[in-house]
């Protein structure tokens, strides 16, 4: 196949409120594909759809070479799901729960063993196996879960917000078993708003109010996206400074990122004039240089753009 999953115009009405508004895109076996957007930009509602669970109300979608109005069952067949919600059950330890959804897809005998054996102990609950899986930590049950929804070997893996509510370590290291996973061979769409994660994906889409605003590698919407230029300011009192930064006439736009503030200005030699300016407004100023912008930088500054001309309209 020469794409995994390929859509034309997927639009999802709820009565008069339209959440997936004509999106298309394109995903090629083998990718780890990121969709980004905030809460409510129709991010779950275009996996459902794509993965035979809520019909389109326009458009048209394939999903490993199979129409997703037409051959739901095919596709819910040969991919794997994970949504962003703890869908397992509880009350089953780690194994029960990997023994149950094995079975589900027909897998059975030593064969089969051994894949969950291989599975907890790729996610490191061998020594938890036995432990109910409402008793294990947030990490380890989206772990546990990812393992119930790759244990049958499916061509393709939906996941719908799989680290929402876990801390860092435990986000690095679910994404090391993702990273992994696509190197066997198996095509990845995640939908994810921690802009972080997006620089694990082969390519994205920003995904705004129901609608695709851009899309691309990491690197290639950060260096085409954004015009002007980021300087990242570093300096003391920042949230006070970043008052100072935002009244110059340069200053497009600026924002907190971390200890630092990130100001998007037309030009880098810009640069030493703004560090003179806040330091005129009797702060300490460690740095001011340019940077390549941040994924968030370009979200935040198309999604203010596309906000503004919503507004015009």
Known sequence: MEYSVRAQSLTRKFGDFVAVDRVSFEIRPGEIWGFLGPNGSGKSTTIRMLCGILDPTEGTAEVL????????????????Y???????????????????????????????????????GRTGLTDRQHDPARELSGGFRQRLALSCAVLHQPQMVF??????????????????LIDRFAEEGTTIM????????????NQ????YGGRIITEGTPEG???????GQV????????????????????????????????????????????ADYVRAGGFNVESAEPILPSLEDVFVALVEEREVRDGAA
């Not at 994970?82 to 064969?111: H, K, V």
């Not at 995640?190 to 994906?201: G, I, L, P």
């Not at 994205?204 to 995904?207: E, Q, T, V």
Request: hydrophobic content about 40%; charged content about 25%.
């Open 65 to 80: 070479g199979f129409d997703i109005r037409s051959h739901p069952e095919e596709i819910k067949a040969r991919i794997g």
């Open 82 to 120: 994970m949504s962003q919600r703890f869908s397992l059950y509880p009350d089953l330890t780690a194994r029960e729960n990997l023994e149950f959804y094995g079975g589900i897809y027909g897998l059975a005998g030593g064969a089969f063993r051994a894949r969950v054996d291989e599975w907890l």
């Open 159 to 176: 996941l719908d917000e799989p680290t929402a509510g876990v801390d860092p370590v435990s986000r690095r290291q679910f994404w090391d």
């Open 190 to 201: 995640v939908t994810t708003h921690y802009m972080d994660e997006a620089e694990h994906c």
């Open 204 to 207: 994205l889409a920003f995904i």
């Open 221 to 227: 919407i950060k260096r085409r996206q954004l015009s």
């Open 231 to 274: 300087l990242e300011i570093r300096t003391d009192r920042v949230i006070e400074a970043l008052a100072v930064i935002e009244a110059h006439p340069g200053v497009r736009d600026a924002a907190l990122y971390g200890a630092a503030i990130h100001a998007t200005v037309e030009r880098a030699d810009l640069a030493g004039t703004l």
